[in-house]
């Protein structure tokens, strides 16, 4: 019975050892006390290039703080924004490649930090139902990097995501429109209609707010008092000439076409009904 007891506890001890002479192996690339600058930096970047960016983001932090004020440090701070840019921590990342920013303004590498710092803004940026800080960061840093790098090979798609999250908050005020038509605040939707299609007339959401518009206002007017109508579906024909000009090939024009019909036939209405009052108004004076 005690030959199989130490037979079991000579075997658990190996097992340890092995385990632990693995460990120890396995963690030879991380950084240990008395390795050199140059060793440390090697170990982060092996690490960083094995795609081992948890381990990576501590070993260039380690780099920074101990070589700070050297190409080292330069190197790592740049790095460590890749790293978290890498393992799709996009905040930190923006936070790390602004840090670069800072420090090394002049840095042959700039062109690469400002595009993927407005990059992780980019990734950052939430459907359009959310709050749009994220999506506005995005938008001036790819313009400042535009403005920065016009003959830049990434200038096109630069322009392509800046297009792209301004049909998002265009989406978002014609969605807030919208909401609006459909709770009978006809005042608040043309509001939010006109914002759409001020800020973002490049966006489809601009085309489809105008033809909106002009429905907004027809029903406005039909709900209106008598004294407030003909100025309201005045706007809705107004509305449809804006639409006109901006879109004359758009597929909706029918749909607006509808629309302001229903605005000039009332309008016709009201004329007529105007006429009517004159001509009793003149009869009684006689």
């Known amino acids: 019975m005690k030959t199989k007891n130490v037979s079991r506890l000579k075997s658990g001890i190996l097992l340890l050892l092995i385990a632990l002479v693995g460990i120890t192996c396995a963690r030879k690339d991380l950084?240990?006390?008395?390795?050199?600058?140059?060793?440390?930096?090697?170990?982060?970047?092996?690490?960083?290039e094995n795609g081992e960016y948890g381990d990576a983001v501590q070993a260039f932090e380690t780099v920074i703080r101990i070589g700070r004020g050297t190409e080292y440090a330069k190197d790592a701070q740049f790095l460590l924004a890749e790293s978290y840019f890498n393992d799709e921590r996009y905040l930190l990342a923006a936070s790390e490649y602004e840090r670069f920013q800072s420090l090394y303004p002049n840095s042959p590498r700039r062109e690469?930090?400002?595009?993927?710092?407005?990059?992780?803004?980019?990734?950052?940026?939430?459907?359009?139902?959310?709050?749009?800080?994220?999506?506005?960061?995005?938008?001036e840093?790819?313009?400042?990097?535009?403005?920065?790098?016009?003959d830049s090979e990434r200038v096109q798609e630069s322009a392509e995501y800046i297009s792209e999250m301004r049909s998002k908050l265009a989406r978002k005020l014609y969605n807030a429109a919208d909401l609006y038509m459909r709770t009978d605040r006809y005042e608040a939707a043309i509001i939010y209609y006109d914002l759409t299609i001020d800020r973002y007339p490049e966006t489809e959401w601009a085309e489809r707010a105008l033809v909106n518009e002009i429905n907004a206002y027809v029903?406005?007017?039909?709900?209106?008092?008598?004294?407030k109508q003909r100025e309201r579906y005045t706007k809705a024909v107004d509305s449809y000439e804006k639409f006109l000009q901006l879109f004359p090939e758009s597929d909706l024009r029918s749909r607006a076409e509808n629309y302001v019909?229903?605005?000039?036939?009332?309008?016709?209405?009201?004329?007529?009904?105007?006429?009517?009052?004159?001509?009793?108004?003149?009869?009684?004076?006689?």
């Open 112 to 139: 690469e930090v400002d595009f993927k710092n407005a990059y992780c803004y980019y990734e950052l940026s939430p459907r359009f139902k959310l709050s749009q800080q994220y999506t506005r960061t995005a938008i």
């Open 141 to 150: 840093n790819f313009r400042l990097f535009n403005s920065r790098y016009p």
């Open 219 to 227: 029903i406005y007017a039909d709900n209106s008092v008598s004294s």
């Open 31 to 48: 950084i240990k006390p008395g390795d050199t600058l140059p060793q440390a930096f090697g170990k982060a970047k092996n690490l960083f």
């Open 261 to 286: 019909d229903d605005a000039r036939v009332a309008l016709a209405e009201l004329g007529e009904l105007s006429d009517d009052s004159n001509v009793t108004a003149s009869t009684d004076n006689r």
